[in-house]
């Protein structure tokens, strides 16, 4: 099973790709693509290119799940109205699941279970790939 652990983050959705090893570790896909942008969130065209990127990603990846870190929806720290467009070209992608993780769940993860990230993952990616982590290893998550 392939897992794509989304961290969204203003106009653009980054990516990271999880996967149990032959040993049943959790091991990230090295890609292509790790990031999405939606350049207009007013422009039909751009709304749709960033579903087709989605859509292409999936398929070249082999995708069965998206897992997005999911933002807060009101207050200070809140989501704005363009990451959540974004959140919403995610579920729509055919042929794959998705599902959403708090920010506390992965870091309680990241704390008590997480011993190392994978050697070269880039900084941006980490929330990303904590997604993906997380919902490899947590019992009943991906059900």
Same mark, same amino acid.
Request: aromatic share 10%; proline share 3%.
């Given at each position: @099973?392939?897992?794509?652990?989304c961290?969204?983050s203003?106009?653009?959705?980054?990516?990271?790709?999880a996967?149990?090893? %032959?040993?049943?570790?959790?091991? @990230? @896909?090295? +890609?292509?693509?790790? &990031?999405?942008?939606l350049?207009? %969130?007013?422009?039909?065209?751009?709304?749709?290119?960033?579903?087709?990127?989605?859509?292409?990603?999936? &398929?070249?990846?082999?995708? %069965?799940?998206?897992?997005?870190?999911t &933002?807060? #929806?009101?207050g &200070? @720290?809140?989501?704005?109205?363009?990451?959540?467009k974004?959140e919403?070209l995610?579920? +729509?992608?055919?042929?794959? #699941?998705t599902?959403?993780?708090?920010?506390?769940? +992965?870091?309680?993860?990241?704390?008590?279970?997480?011993?190392?990230?994978?050697?070269?993952?880039?900084?941006y990616?980490?929330?990303a790939?904590l997604?993906?982590?997380?919902?490899?290893?947590?019992?009943?998550? +991906?059900?």
């Amino acid at each position: @099973m392939r897992v794509c652990g989304c961290e969204i983050s203003a106009s653009e959705v980054r990516l990271a790709v999880a996967y149990h090893d %032959d040993e049943g570790g959790v091991e @990230m @896909m090295r +890609l292509k693509t790790t &990031r999405v942008v939606l350049e207009d %969130d007013t422009s039909e065209a751009d709304l749709r290119s960033v579903l087709a990127e989605l859509q292409q990603f999936s &398929r070249d990846y082999e995708i %069965d799940v998206f897992v997005v870190k999911t &933002r807060a #929806k009101k207050g &200070r @720290m809140a989501g704005g109205a363009v990451s959540f467009k974004i959140e919403t070209l995610i579920q +729509l992608v055919e042929g794959s #699941k998705t599902k959403f993780v708090s920010p506390v769940a +992965l870091s309680h993860y990241a704390k008590k279970y997480l011993d190392e990230y994978p050697e070269k993952l880039p900084v941006y990616l980490k929330n990303a790939f904590l997604s993906g982590a997380y919902a490899l290893t947590k019992p009943g998550f +991906l059900a």
